[in-house]
């Protein structure tokens, strides 16, 4: 597996996102963006794809860094999973995002590896995915016209497909700020952690005296792109999240979710194991959110 | 196509024409030299081809060389400059933590990394930081011994947990 040696290709680094999309708008399918290199490298090695050009993004400030504010938060495309991992506005506000980050991967990929890669490349696995469906995310395009902002359910259109048309980059995740009495978890099934999971789950609740006031629950590795459990959802509303809500829930789960085998995981083993991690995932974020110490 | 970078390895800034299409690990092992670093999967997972950037673990086959322009690049070789050896390789080999040593390389960088932000790590937090090193010899038992003795020596921490 591999080869030693890469096809040839013209490497660019641009400056500015304006020059970047400029040169996507110029060379359309011919080009591929690094970033972290950590997908795409491997990609070029198993010559899966032979882009004529290589945009490395690194150079570019704006795309970078996680800025907290009142209302929202914004993470570049960027910003690294280690930073991610090792922020504490991150771990705070948005847990299951933050535990993500620490879960995926190896030291060595979390160093380079960026948010937006994760995203982009659109593996129905993607790790940031769920925690961010759950949160809410919004996504940032832009391009040499201007740009547009989208919730992040629209940027996956198929597996390893995403929303972006030609001349197209991510700039950014925007995550509102949480309503008080937020809880969020996030649980990787993890085959190999250098590899995609074989499954995962994000849950985010919002509490009021107890009761759950609303619920999101997201999946990866377990339908063509990362989903929502919208209908579990339903049932975990202006109820106690105990052990046969939760349990309710997580069953719900698994009729709304289409998983495949692959070589990563059975189908079986996926329906299962999606149930058990969602009332894991519940469970936890619901302690959160009632303020319990996180375990 | 070619274009000429600044590369600094282990202290020294060379100037390099190199291609686009070069990894730092082809740099490293075929123009500088520096076979300390192993070619492993070739796809940044076995941590043999580890080196260190700007002192953070990195996997430099999937790096371009070009991407490497302007760090400081740390190689196995850079440990032992004037040949006494880095007490983290004293405690590898005194522990016996290399069988074949084709991941030690890999494994020493990584834990030098851990060390200097973690002075004292947990077994549990050193399997943790160096689940990006895979060996198939040892199995693992040794080399987290190893660190812990190299932690202990280097002493910048406090006195042992149990």
Do not use: W
């Amino acid at each position: 597996m591999g080869t030693r040696v890469l096809r040839d290709f013209e490497y660019l680094k641009p400056i500015s996102v304006d020059e970047t999309v400029s040169l996507l708008e110029r060379y359309g399918n011919e080009a591929s963006i690094l970033a972290g290199g950590t997908d795409l490298l491997v990609s070029l090695k198993l010559l899966r794809i032979s882009p004529k050009y290589l945009i490395d993004i690194t150079g570019i400030g704006e795309l970078g860094g996680v800025t907290g504010g009142e209302n929202e938060t914004r993470i570049g495309a960027t910003t690294t999973i280690k930073e991610l991992a090792r922020s504490v506005l991150i771990y705070e506000k948005y847990t299951a995002l933050g535990e993500a980050a620490q879960q995926m991967g190896t030291t060595q990929m979390r160093q380079v590896a960026t948010i937006g890669g994760n995203l982009c490349r659109a593996s129905a696995g993607a790790d940031t995915a769920p925690p961010l469906l759950a949160l809410k995310a919004r996504a940032e395009i832009y391009r040499r016209t201007g740009g547009r902002t989208i919730p992040l359910a629209e940027f996956f259109i198929g597996p390893g497909q995403s929303a972006l048309t030609p001349g197209e980059i991510l700039t950014a995740i925007t995550i509102p700020a949480p309503a008080p009495h937020t809880g969020s978890s996030f649980i990787r099934i993890n085959g190999t952690v250098s590899e995609l999971p074989q499954l995962s789950a994000a849950a985010t609740v919002v509490t009021e005296n107890d009761q759950c006031t609303s619920a999101r629950i997201a999946l990866g590795a377990v339908a063509p792109t990362p989903v929502r459990a919208r209908q579990a959802e339903k049932l975990l509303i202006s109820k106690e999240l105990n052990r046969e809500v939760v349990e309710a829930a997580a069953h719900k789960v698994t009729e709304e979710i289409s998983p495949r085998t692959s070589f990563r995981s059975s189908a079986d083993y996926r329906r299962d194991v999606a149930a058990v991690i969602v009332k894991r995932a519940l469970i936890k974020a619901y302690e959160r959110s009632r303020g319990a110490p996180s375990g | 196509m070619d274009r000429v970078i600044d590369l600094t390895v282990n202290g020294q800034t060379i100037s390099l024409g190199v291609k686009a299409n070069e990894t730092l690990l082809d740099i490293l092992r075929d123009r500088l030299g520096l076979t300390g670093t192993k070619y492993g999967c070739g796809t940044g997972r076995c941590g043999a081809c580890t080196v260190l950037a700007d002192g953070q673990p990195t996997s430099s086959c999937i790096t371009l060389a070009v991407s490497a322009a302007g760090k400081e690049i740390t190689t196995i070789e850079g440990l032992a400059p004037d040949g006494k050896l880095h007490p983290i390789q004293e405690e590898f080999i005194k522990r016996g933590a290399i069988q074949c040593g084709f991941c030690t390389s890999g494994f020493i960088l990584t834990a030098k990394a851990l060390l200097a932000e973690n002075p004292n790590p947990t077994p549990e937090e050193i399997r943790r930081y160096v689940r990006g090193n895979l060996c198939r010899c040892t199995g693992y038992v040794k080399i987290v011994e190893a660190i812990t003795a190299a932690a202990q020596r280097l002493g910048k921490g406090q006195e042992a947990r149990k």
